[in-house]
Structure formats: structure tokens, C-alpha cells
T-cell receptor, first 114, second 115 residues
Framework: AQKITQTQPGMFVQEKEAVTLDCTYD???????LFWYKQPSSGEMIFLIY??????QNATEGRYSLNFQKARKSANLVISASQLGDSAMYFC???????????FGAGTRLTVKP | GAGVSQSPRYKVAKRGQDVALRCDPI?????LFWYQQALGQGPEFLTY????????KSGLPSDRFFAERPEGSVSTLKIQRTQQEDSAVYLC?????????????FGPGTRLTVT
């Protein structure tokens, strides 16, 4: 069963603007972790940000922040001040405490326009 | 410092051939994961090792897929009698310790094409 849903196959944003990439998830485990990864055209997966299910505050890492709404089971990634180098595929992922695997969404392709 | 490395980066195999894909995790990383990423999709979990123990192989798609990590460091994913649907990028990831909160560091992947 699909546990991670990314509804935006592609997104465009103007350079220097902010953009939100959507992610919803499904789990019955009360303890889990949520991750966002960036995959440029070169293929490597780059870790961006992590949010734990019990964390009270939204995670932030530089220009990346995670808008975590637990009741809605959403974990949207916000990228502020977009740069041309942000153009890539972005994957949302979840790992439950009682599972070894990390489940990924289908990804969103972000294109930053100059 | 060295990250996760994988070899070969590209592999073309004729249908029916056996292939072996290698992963060198970050030194000292306890956990190692293999994923399969089909074109245009997110990675899908194949198997997980904690040191040399294969604790989860629930994602391996068939008994043609076999993974090992005999000394708790380097891992090999073997695919026997390859088929066209095996064409994908195979990603290896390692993590310092086991636990839901620990990020996984990914290698560059091996792109397998079965003709």
C-alpha cells in the first residue's frame, strides 16, 4: 500500500521566490520519522531535512523548513529564496519505528526559472 | 571523507545473465540498505543489514535476488538470470546506527540495463 503521496509531479518557481512541495503520509505507528531528499540529474540522493513524529517544533535547515501537520499527516517541504541549483527531483520519505524500510513518494520535479 | 561508493556505475546485461553489484558503505556505519529505483519513480526498499546480519529482506522481488554483507562492511547485491523488468538504478545507503531518526547516506547508484 502506498504510504507516501506526493501529488505534484512537477513544480516551477521563480528564482529567489519560496516554494512548497507537498507530502502526505499514512501510518498507524505513533512513532516515525519523516525525511526529504534531493536528487539532482547526476542521480545521488542528498539528505535535506528530518522531522520526528514527536518533535514539537517544525524542523529547519538553512533555506529548508518542514511544515509538519501531524493531525493532517502532512510534511510539506518549504524552500525559501530558491536558487537555480535547487532544480532537481525531491522525494519525501518515512520510516516507522517498527519497520526497517524507508518508504519514498514518487517525487516532485522542481524547476527554478531565472 | 569518503561517502558511500558503488560499482559498477553502469551495467548492461543480456537477459539471463547473472550480475553482482557492489556497495562500500561509509566506514563504521552499522546499517546498510539496498533500494531499487525504476525510471521516474521513488526508490523502493529491497533489503536491510545491521552489521553482517540481514534483518529484513522483505523487499526483494524474487528469489533471483540475493544480498550479502559477510564481514559487516562491503555488501553485494546479486541478481541471477536477469530479466528486462530488473532494469533500474540500484541504490545503496548506509547509516551510522539503526533507528528511525538517523539519516541514510546514499551512494551514486548502479544503473542496470537488461537487454
Amino acid at each position: 500500500a502506498q504510504k507516501i503521496t506526493q501529488t505534484q509531479p512537477g513544480m516551477f518557481v521563480q528564482e529567489k521566490e519560496a516554494v512548497t512541495l507537498d507530502c502526505t503520509y499514512d501510518t498507524s505507528d505513533p512513532s516515525y520519522g519523516l525525511f526529504w531528499y534531493k536528487q539532482p540529474s547526476s542521480g545521488e540522493m542528498i539528505f535535506l531535512i528530518y522531522q520526528g513524529s514527536y518533535d514539537q517544533q517544525n524542523a529547519t535547515e538553512g533555506r529548508y523548513s518542514l511544515n509538519f501537520q501531524k493531525a493532517r499527516k502532512s510534511a510539506n517541504l518549504v524552500i525559501s529564496a530558491s536558487q537555480l541549483g535547487d532544480s532537481a527531483m525531491y522525494f519525501c520519505a518515512m520510516r516507522e519505528d517498527n519497520n526497517n524500510d524507508m518508504r519514498f513518494g514518487a517525487g516532485t520535479r522542481l524547476t527554478v526559472k531565472p | 571523507g569518503a561517502g558511500v561508493s558503488q560499482s559498477p556505475r553502469y551495467k548492461v546485461a543480456k537477459r539471463g545473465q547473472d550480475v553482482a553489484l557492489r556497495c562500500d558503505p561509509i566506514s563504521g556505519h552499522v546499517s546498510l540498505f539496498w533500494y531499487q529505483q525504476a525510471l521516474g519513480q521513488g526508490p523502493e526498499f529491497l533489503t536491510y543489514f545491521q552489521n553482517e546480519a540481514q534483518l529484513d529482506k522483505s523487499g526483494l522481488p524474487s528469489d533471483r535476488f540475493f544480498a550479502e554483507r559477510p564481514e559487516g562492511s562491503v555488501s553485494t547485491l546479486k541478481i541471477q538470470r536477469t530479466q528486462q523488468e530488473d532494469s533500474a538504478v540500484y541504490l545503496c545507503a548506509s547509516s551510522l546506527v539503526d533507528g528511525r531518526s538517523y539519516e541514510q547516506y546514499f551512494g551514486p547508484g548502479t544503473r542496470l540495463t537488461v537487454t
